[in-house]
T-cell receptor, first 112, second 112 residues
């Protein structure tokens, strides 16, 4: 099975909050990240969280980590049309490797 | 401008031809990576390199060859292109913290 799983699509209205969810399988994962990919561009690291943290906040972004359930979420407050992109969840640190394993990505569509 | 660049940005080639995708970074990062992005599969690691003259296979290395004679360059060669190698290819680099990756803009390769 996949190491990192995400839903493929999310549609929200402008101004609402978006929550993108991710589950991973390896309990030894040390780092968990969120990357953003805008159309026609490469991935850009948005934020990351260490496995010994429960939450990290950075302006409109809130990352929540539930280690027991191996569940990671990214909340975007006051979602804007410019937030429309593909969001990738990734983990690393399992098996001693710090190279990220990526999920398939969630396409966030923000409509007026 | 400093950063990570890929060339060409778009390439159309025929089945059986050899094609090389170039990647260049100006940060003197230790690690460099090649990924392919396909609909339904997300991002898959092809090869990576921890330093000059050190390369290792990723998840999907078959049909690809890499080299790294200089720290700043990491070319990817398809020795005999097949239609299944039609994809968007991303190069990435990172420093000692291999998890904090910086991505190039991608090369869209079509094999006819």
């Amino acid at each position: 099975g996949e190491d990192v799983e995400q839903s493929l699509f999310l549609s929200v209205r402008e101004g609402d909050s978006s929550v993108i969810n991710c589950t991973y399988t390896d309990s030894s994962s040390t780092y968990l990240y969120w990357y953003k990919q805008e159309p026609g561009a490469g991935l850009q690291l948005l934020t990351y969280i260490f496995s010994n943290m429960d939450m990290k906040q950075d302006q409109r972004l809130t990352v929540l980590l539930n280690k027991k359930d191996k569940h990671l979420s990214l909340r975007i407050a006051d979602t804007q049309t410019g937030d429309s992109a593909i969001y990738f969840c990734a983990e690393s640190g399992s098996g001693g490797s710090y190279i990220p394993t990526f999920g398939r990505g969630t396409s966030l569509i923000v409509h007026p | 401008d400093a950063g990570i660049t890929q060339s060409p940005r778009y390439k159309i080639t025929e089945t059986g031809r050899q094609v090389t995708l170039m990647c260049h970074q100006t940060w003197s990062h230790s690690y460099m990576f090649w990924y392919r992005q396909d609909l339904g599969h997300g991002l898959r690691l092809i090869y990576y390199s921890a330093a000059a003259d050190i390369t290792d296979k990723g998840e999907v290395p078959d049909g690809y060859v890499v080299s790294r004679s200089k720290t700043e360059n990491f070319p990817l060669t398809l020795e005999s292109a097949t239609r299944s190698q039609t994809s968007v290819y991303f190069c990435a680099s990172s420093g000692i913290k291999a998890y904090e990756q910086y991505f190039g803009p991608g090369t869209r390769l079509t094999v006819t």
